[in-house]
Protein backbone atom coordinates (compact mmCIF):
# COMPACT_ATOMS: atom_id res chain seq x y z
CA UNK A 1 0.00 0.00 0.00
CA UNK A 2 0.96 3.23 -0.72
CA UNK A 3 -0.32 6.66 0.80
CA UNK A 4 -0.51 10.22 -0.55
CA UNK A 5 -1.25 13.01 1.28
CA UNK A 6 -1.38 16.92 -0.71
CA UNK A 7 -0.83 20.49 0.42
CA UNK A 8 -0.03 23.41 -0.48
CA UNK A 9 -3.48 24.34 -2.52
CA UNK A 10 -5.54 27.53 -1.79
CA UNK A 11 -6.82 30.71 -3.31
CA UNK A 12 -4.57 33.13 -5.98
CA UNK A 13 -4.51 36.01 -8.19
CA UNK A 14 -4.35 35.70 -11.71
CA UNK A 15 -0.57 35.64 -13.14
CA UNK A 16 0.28 34.52 -9.06
CA UNK A 17 2.08 31.55 -8.25
CA UNK A 18 2.19 27.81 -6.15
CA UNK A 19 3.83 25.63 -5.05
CA UNK A 20 1.89 21.73 -4.22
CA UNK A 21 3.63 19.10 -2.23
CA UNK A 22 2.84 15.61 -2.69
CA UNK A 23 4.25 13.20 0.47
CA UNK A 24 4.62 9.27 -0.33
CA UNK A 25 4.42 6.74 2.55
CA UNK A 26 3.94 3.13 3.02
CA UNK A 27 5.48 0.57 0.32
CA UNK A 28 7.38 3.41 -1.28
CA UNK A 29 9.90 1.08 -3.04
CA UNK A 30 7.17 -0.14 -5.02
CA UNK A 31 6.64 3.43 -6.91
CA UNK A 32 7.34 3.89 -10.20
CA UNK A 33 6.17 6.87 -11.93
CA UNK A 34 4.15 10.25 -10.18
CA UNK A 35 2.27 13.00 -11.22
CA UNK A 36 -0.41 15.36 -10.63
CA UNK A 37 -3.98 15.48 -12.41
CA UNK A 38 -6.47 17.84 -11.71
CA UNK A 39 -10.26 17.86 -11.94
CA UNK A 40 -11.76 21.11 -12.33
CA UNK A 41 -16.13 20.97 -11.77
CA UNK A 42 -18.32 19.49 -14.45
CA UNK A 43 -15.15 18.18 -16.01
CA UNK A 44 -13.24 14.59 -15.96
CA UNK A 45 -10.02 14.18 -14.24
CA UNK A 46 -7.28 15.42 -16.61
CA UNK A 47 -3.15 14.64 -16.24
CA UNK A 48 -1.26 17.48 -15.46
CA UNK A 49 2.65 16.55 -15.32
CA UNK A 50 4.39 13.20 -14.66
CA UNK A 51 8.04 12.17 -13.48
CA UNK A 52 9.66 8.55 -13.78
CA UNK A 53 11.97 7.55 -11.09
CA UNK A 54 14.51 8.62 -13.13
CA UNK A 55 13.21 12.19 -13.05
CA UNK A 56 12.09 12.40 -16.53
CA UNK A 57 9.31 15.15 -16.57
CA UNK A 58 6.30 15.45 -19.70
CA UNK A 59 3.66 18.06 -19.04
CA UNK A 60 0.37 18.81 -20.92
CA UNK A 61 0.42 21.18 -23.35
CA UNK A 62 -2.23 23.79 -21.38
CA UNK A 63 0.19 23.67 -18.54
CA UNK A 64 3.47 23.56 -20.85
CA UNK A 65 6.41 26.15 -20.02
CA UNK A 66 4.26 27.35 -16.53
CA UNK A 67 4.19 24.02 -14.21
CA UNK A 68 7.30 22.62 -13.14
CA UNK A 69 7.15 18.98 -12.07
CA UNK A 70 9.93 18.05 -9.57
CA UNK A 71 10.54 15.17 -7.23
CA UNK A 72 12.80 13.84 -3.93
CA UNK A 73 13.27 10.23 -3.82
CA UNK A 74 14.89 10.94 -0.47
CA UNK A 75 12.48 12.76 1.24
CA UNK A 76 9.55 10.53 -0.91
CA UNK A 77 8.18 13.65 -1.97
CA UNK A 78 6.74 14.94 -5.35
CA UNK A 79 6.24 19.16 -5.69
CA UNK A 80 4.18 20.90 -8.60
CA UNK A 81 5.31 24.39 -8.89
CA UNK A 82 2.70 26.36 -10.69
CA UNK A 83 3.38 29.91 -12.22
CA UNK A 84 1.47 32.29 -14.11
CA UNK A 85 -1.76 30.52 -12.97
CA UNK A 86 -4.60 31.18 -14.99
CA UNK A 87 -8.77 30.93 -14.38
CA UNK A 88 -8.86 28.15 -15.93
CA UNK A 89 -6.67 26.40 -13.53
CA UNK A 90 -9.06 26.25 -11.13
CA UNK A 91 -9.40 22.58 -9.62
CA UNK A 92 -9.01 20.28 -7.16
CA UNK A 93 -4.99 18.72 -7.77
CA UNK A 94 -4.36 15.09 -7.28
CA UNK A 95 -1.34 13.56 -6.54
CA UNK A 96 -0.66 9.84 -7.93
CA UNK A 97 1.63 7.04 -7.78
CA UNK A 98 2.00 4.16 -10.46
CA UNK A 99 3.20 0.56 -9.15
CA UNK A 100 2.84 -2.06 -11.11
CA UNK A 101 0.20 -3.54 -9.60
CA UNK A 102 -1.82 0.24 -9.41
CA UNK A 103 -2.26 3.37 -9.42
CA UNK A 104 -3.02 5.44 -5.67
CA UNK A 105 -4.27 8.80 -5.70
CA UNK A 106 -4.22 11.50 -2.85
CA UNK A 107 -7.26 12.82 -1.37
CA UNK A 108 -6.62 16.04 -3.45
CA UNK A 109 -6.18 19.67 -2.81
CA UNK A 110 -7.89 22.65 -3.83
CA UNK A 111 -6.47 25.12 -5.82
CA UNK A 112 -8.77 28.87 -7.03
CA UNK A 113 -7.43 31.11 -9.09
CA UNK A 114 -9.52 34.58 -9.00
CA UNK A 115 -9.40 38.01 -8.61
Known amino acids: QVQLVESGGGLVQPGGSLRLSCAASGNIFSIAGMGWHRQAPGKQREWVAG???????DYSDSVKGRFTISRDNAKNMVYLEMNSLKPEDTAVYYC?????????WGQGTQVTVSS
Open 51 to 57: VTSGGVT
Open 96 to 104: RATTQVRNY
